[in-house]
């Protein structure tokens, strides 16, 4: 069998990804954003609102910082752009969104986790890929389920291949078996992937032990902006995209959506759209994400239900339902019970799911380090 190996090209991520980032979150100058202007700490309250008299009841009195842990351009930002608009609205504050890709989500996740908890940094990270990420790279230092506070949910989506139109179109490639047929054949060889040590990683690695997709080389990048944009481009001749992401992709001219590799139905979106469970097991387990609003922990009760309310308003409004039917990404609204009942106990579900598809975390990171 052909030897594959982790190549870099531009805008990739190496297999450096697979670490721990335990005390990395505060090595950039000048990242302090709103939380850290020292407001709050000159009259916070025991319980971490900020006292304005009020007890905290008037917030916010300030700008928010949204952090996204992926590049612009991916499904997790696109999301964000779309409701943050419709949620300042009810907060009467402007909210800026705030990209910090990097390790498969794990470097913005890690960098929210050392934020005050004063609910104007917030952040969504995605259930079970966040999970799977924090567990497979074996991290010290924070955890991703203790050190935040859920306080919503606002959609649902996963991961969708891509392939290149003018590559699709040289070799007849229009579904899963003739992407699968063309890497086995060699008339292809790069495939593209959403960061080093990642789910999308994992996927990677079961499409081609269990799905037969002898791609040549895996390229990791960071985030389904920049694995697009690869694809787009020629870089790689397929790899991953959300389906919320394959739907910038496909308004390019320059890459269409071949297979779903969820559970979810996208018929609505792509009629036609082969489906991963055709060829094998279902990857829902690893594939479908649920965008969840966190906050760091600590974050007082009535702040939380402040913020939940928003992420409500702008679920249901108007923009946003419109850009949910034209586009058929999927929103739908959790509170703060809710979130917090999808938020904790994923990595213990998740490492009985990795045992059971791949023999365990420890085979994993032998294969991902080949």
Request: proline share 4%; aromatic share 10%.
């Amino acid at each position: 069998m052909q030897r594959r190996n982790f190549i870099r090209t531009t805008g990739a991520v190496g297999t450096a990804g697979i670490v721990g980032l335990a005390g990395c979150a505060d090595d950039e100058p000048g990242d302090e954003g709103p939380a850290d202007d020292g407001a709050a700490d000159d009259g916070a309250t025991d319980d971490g609102a900020t006292d304005d008299g009020n007890g905290g009841d008037d917030f916010p009195t300030d700008d928010l910082t949204w952090m996204v842990p992926w590049s612009e351009g991916g499904g997790t930002d696109t999301y964000a752009r779309q409701v943050a608009v419709p949620m300042e609205e009810p907060l009467g504050q402007s909210i800026t969104i705030d990209n910090r890709p990097g390790a498969g989500s794990l470097a913005g996740s890690e960098w929210l986790s050392t934020r005050d908890p004063d609910g104007y940094t917030f952040g969504t990270i995605n259930s079970a890929g966040a999970h799977f990420t924090w567990r497979a790279n074996e991290v010290e230092g924070w955890h991703i389920e203790e050190d935040f506070d859920p306080f919503a949910y606002s959609g649902v989506f996963g991961y969708t291949l891509i392939v290149n139109n003018d590559v699709a179109d040289e070799y007849g490639i229009d579904d899963y078996g003739s992407l699968r047929d063309a890497y086995q054949d060699g008339d292809i060889e790069n495939f593209g992937y959403q960061g080093a040590g990642s789910d999308s990683h994992l996927t990677t690695l079961l499409l081609r032990d269990n799905y037969g997709l002898e791609y040549g080389n895996e390229v990791p990048y960071d985030g389904g902006g920049p694995t697009m944009e690869a694809v787009i481009s020629g870089e790689v001749a397929a790899g991953f995209a959300t389906n919320t992401s394959a739907v910038n992709a496909e308004e390019s001219g320059e890459a269409s959506a071949i297979v779903n590799l969820m559970d979810i139905d996208l018929t609505g979106t792509w009629p036609e759209i082969d489906r991963i469970d055709n060829y094998g097991d279902s990857l829902g387990w690893i594939t479908e994400f649920t965008l969840t609003q966190l906050a760091p922990a600590g974050t007082p009760d009535h702040i939380k239900e402040t913020l939940s309310d928003a992420v409500e308003h702008a679920v249901e409004s108007d923009s946003v339902q419109q850009w949910s039917e034209d586009t058929g990404n999927i929103v739908q609204y959790g509170d703060v019970q809710e979130s917090e009942d999808l938020w904790y106990g994923i990595v213990e579900q998740m490492e009985a799911e990795v045992d059971a598809a791949i023999g365990g975390f420890d085979e994993f990171l032998a294969l991902a380090q080949e």
